[in-house]
């Protein structure tokens, strides 16, 4: 049924607005630089932008059905504009419009699961209609997807705290078991519906993993695409993008950064993942090995930080101030470690500081050979390049450090005879 603004139906709904507005526009304004980190594709994003702030300019004023209609060609100009359904729903839901209030707070999180004021918005929208329990899941949303120093994800714990309160017959238990379980993973009765959002998430995530690597923004794209697979691991989309992204040659220097980040933020796991993936695709960053040797000190494995401080003063060079102090860090840990330092002590003094980790030859040696394997590729991708000096660089640095391969031997031999009939 089309919907007709009787003059008095306005006038209603306006003075009900402009005393909504005063209010705060029922949180319209939450969270408005959510938006700013989306990045909205398409030749008509700037002119839907334009839209959304000149109605926002006119519901300020109150002038409502400009604002609604201003909002509706920024709708139709970027239909992933999730910012401007949240805006709609606001207008519909003051006008008493509820189901089209939903509707508009759906499509929001449809387009972009992580756009937190609808969240905000939907959940006091069932508070007022006593749907507590849709209430509660969707403030469960908000403190789930929200970051820790946002006022708003609090706000939004307690809430749901609170109507978990008043829902349970056993409201003290209750509140014990949150102390020791958490928010949000006792929420198990929406399991279901969490892996639905999570799937639309997953795709989110991939489609900013896609848009940061064209901007040549590895480290944020590595993020979004590890983001996408932890919420949908057998989605082969992702899977083939990180493929192609562990394939490009910056992506070492990449996820040496990531891990940075994943341990500063908290995550031991996913930094080591990101530091061993470093060394794995580039074992000549030495900055990783100092990166993955102070972590695995940090997490008391001496054992793995002596093998990478090892690694990373066997690879530095001479003029380099960093191969001296991991150096003298293998020294340290290996006197720690040792059931008699003062004689391991004597012994690296005779028989050189690198030398005396035996233990780890196997290891240095495997090592060695992938190493070996990643100088000869690159050789080869700069020989079909024409770059032929540095094929020949990459090539003898492969051979120094796998002397037994026939196949790097040839490969020099050819790329010689191809520089001398230049």
């Not at 695409?225 to 394939?247: G, M, P």
């Amino acid at each position: 049924m089309n919907i007709r603004f009787q003059p008095k139906v306005i006038l209603i709904t306006i003075i009900t607005l402009c005393i909504f507005c005063f209010d705060g526009l029922l949180f319209a304004q939450e969270e408005l630089g959510d938006s700013s980190s989306k990045e909205i594709i398409g030749a008509f994003s700037d002119q839907a932008r334009k839209y959304r702030e000149e109605g926002l300019e006119n519901q300020r004023v109150g002038n409502l059905p400009a604002a609604m209609s201003l909002y509706q060609k920024a709708i139709a100009l970027d239909p992933a504009y999730a910012v401007a359904y949240n805006d709609l729903g606001v207008i519909y839901e003051a006008a008493g419009f509820t189901d089209r209030a939903k509707e508009s707070y759906f499509k929001a999180i449809k387009v972009d699961p992580a756009y937190l004021s609808a969240y905000t918005n939907i959940a006091l929208l069932y508070e007022e209609q006593r749907d507590l329990e849709r209430a509660a899941f969707y403030w469960a949303k908000r403190a789930e997807l929200g970051s820790l120093d946002d006022p708003w994800t609090q706000k939004a714990a307690s809430r749901f705290k609170d109507i978990r309160t008043v829902l349970s017959n056993r409201p003290v238990a209750d509140a014990r078991e949150e102390d020791i379980l958490g928010l949000i993973k006792d929420v198990s009765v929406y399991k279901s519906v969490f892996n639905k959002a999570d799937k639309v998430q997953a795709q989110n995530h991939l489609r900013k993993a896609n848009q940061y690597y064209k901007k040549r923004k590895l480290t944020v794209a590595i993020k979004e695409a590890l983001q996408a697979q932890d919420l949908d691991q057998a989605n082969s989309e992702i899977k083939e993008f990180i493929e192609k992204i562990d394939a490009d040659p910056a992506s070492a220097a990449a996820y040496n950064d990531l891990g940075v980040i994943y341990e500063a933020a908290g995550f031991p796991d996913r930094a080591e993942e990101s530091y061993l993936k470093a060394v794995r695709f580039d074992p000549t960053l030495l900055s990783a090995y100092v990166n993955i040797a102070l972590f695995y000190e940090k997490q008391r494995d001496l054992e793995k930080a002596e093998f990478y401080w090892a690694k990373r003063a066997e690879l530095g060079s001479p003029d380099n101030p960093w191969k001296q102090r991991a150096a003298n860090r293998v020294k340290d840990i290996l006197t720690v470690l040792s059931s008699s330092p003062l004689a391991d002590a004597r012994e690296s003094e005779v028989l050189g500081l690198i030398r005396d980790v035996a233990k780890y030859k196997s290891t240095v040696n495997r090592n060695d050979k992938a190493l070996a394997r990643d100088h000869f590729n690159r050789a080869k991708q700069n020989f079909n390049r024409g770059d032929l000096a540095t094929a020949i660089k990459e090539a003898l640095d492969a051979q120094y450090l796998d002397q037994d391969n026939p196949e790097i031997e040839a490969f020099i031999e050819k790329a010689e005879l191809r520089a001398l009939s230049r």
